[in-house]
């Protein structure tokens, strides 16, 4: 009774530590969302994805804004991006939520903690790889011409194929799981489309933005979502994000990196042996 009575606190306290791990490496803290919701909050696992997935949305927002403001978005890629994503992750979410409400609900839970946890340690592996391809990727945008951008307005059917069938990809993965918008998003622009590394962020900001707000409003008209836990998460969330980009400044680069995939692996490890029992 007495942790039931002060769980708001508890769940301002996780929301703090996500955001200070947000703050802290900048992409990738979304993938910690889960883990915290699932073993801290004790969320079935079908309310978690529909919690994290209105969580992801409203602490995408003010990144959103400023990456447009700055003129960090690249829209036709990312047009054609949601052209598969958006449908991919509304559909998803649809048919998870359509399941729940079935006799299965038990089973549908653990399937999706064993999912989450093989997509977190497959994200844990792509931050890792991004992390060796950036540093050849600042050289070569020190060198790259002012018609950078102009390339990426004209873009090919074929290339266009791929962001949609990317973008099909990720929005499935959202759909299932709340997790991977941001970790998926930016290598694909960053290694596939070449894209220069902020407008590969902001780009995925903004996706992730428009993937999880169409998945957690699925979830949330079908009440497989935590609303209080949302709210209180994201008031932490402000604190924590200050705290963490605080702590940048006495970290170095290569040591934000190394904490982010160290924690998202212990994330899906744990996730993979709670599954397993």
Same mark, same amino acid.
Request: contains cysteine.
């Given at each position: %009774?007495?942790?039931?009575?002060?769980?708001?606190?508890?769940?301002?306290?996780?929301?703090?530590?996500?955001?200070?791990?947000?703050?802290?490496?900048?992409?990738?803290?979304?993938?910690?969302?889960q883990?915290?919701?699932?073993?801290? !909050?004790?969320?079935?696992?079908?309310?978690?994805?529909?919690t994290?997935?209105? /969580?992801?949305?409203?602490?995408?927002?003010?990144?959103? /804004?400023?990456?447009?403001?700055?003129?960090?978005?690249? /829209?036709?890629?990312?047009?054609?991006?949601?052209?598969?994503?958006?449908?991919?992750?509304?559909?998803?979410?649809?048919?998870?939520?359509?399941?729940?409400?079935?006799?299965?609900?038990?089973?549908?839970?653990?399937?999706?903690?064993?999912?989450?946890?093989?997509?977190?340690?497959?994200?844990?592996?792509? %931050?890792?790889?991004?992390?060796?391809?950036?540093?050849?990727?600042?050289?070569?945008?020190?060198?790259?011409?002012?018609?950078?951008?102009?390339?990426?307005?004209?873009?090919?059917?074929?290339t266009?194929?791929?962001?949609?069938?990317?973008?099909?990809?990720?929005? %499935?993965?959202?759909?299932?799981?709340?997790?991977?918008?941001?970790?998926?998003?930016?290598?694909?622009? !960053?290694?596939?489309?070449?894209?220069?590394?902020?407008?590969?962020?902001?780009?995925?900001?903004?996706?992730?933005?428009?993937?999880?707000?169409?998945?957690?409003?699925?979830?949330?008209?079908?009440?497989?979502?935590?609303y209080?836990?949302?709210?209180?998460?994201?008031?932490?969330?402000?604190?924590?994000?200050?705290?963490?980009?605080?702590?940048?400044?006495?970290?170095?680069?290569k040591?934000?990196?190394?904490?982010?995939?160290?924690?998202?692996?212990?994330?899906?490890?744990?996730?993979?042996?709670?599954?397993?029992?």
């Amino acid at each position: %009774m007495i942790i039931s009575d002060f769980s708001w606190i508890l769940e301002i306290l996780v929301g703090s530590v996500i955001g200070c791990a947000i703050g802290v490496s900048g992409v990738g803290g979304g993938a910690l969302i889960q883990p915290a919701l699932i073993h801290i !909050l004790k969320i079935p696992t079908i309310t978690a994805v529909g919690t994290g997935l209105l /969580y992801a949305s409203l602490t995408k927002i003010w990144g959103s /804004y400023n990456h447009i403001r700055i003129g960090n978005i690249l /829209y036709t890629p990312l047009f054609f991006f949601l052209l598969g994503g958006l449908p991919a992750t509304i559909g998803v979410s649809i048919i998870l939520n359509q399941l729940s409400h079935g006799p299965g609900r038990e089973q549908l839970n653990h399937n999706l903690q064993l999912f989450m946890a093989l997509v977190l340690l497959f994200s844990a592996f792509i %931050m890792f790889i991004i992390r060796i391809k950036t540093r050849k990727k600042v050289e070569f945008e020190s060198k790259a011409s002012a018609n950078n951008t102009m390339v990426f307005k004209n873009l090919s059917w074929f290339t266009k194929s791929i962001c949609v069938t990317a973008g099909i990809i990720v929005g %499935m993965l959202i759909g299932a799981t709340s997790v991977g918008g941001g970790v998926l998003a930016v290598p694909f622009f !960053l290694l596939i489309l070449q894209m220069p590394i902020r407008k590969a962020i902001g780009s995925s900001i903004l996706v992730s933005l428009a993937l999880s707000l169409g998945g957690g409003s699925v979830f949330m008209f079908n009440g497989n979502a935590a609303y209080k836990t949302v709210i209180l998460m994201s008031l932490g969330s402000t604190i924590g994000v200050t705290i963490g980009t605080r702590m940048t400044v006495w970290l170095k680069e290569k040591q934000l990196h190394l904490i982010m995939i160290t924690l998202v692996t212990i994330s899906g490890i744990s996730l993979l042996f709670k599954a397993g029992h």
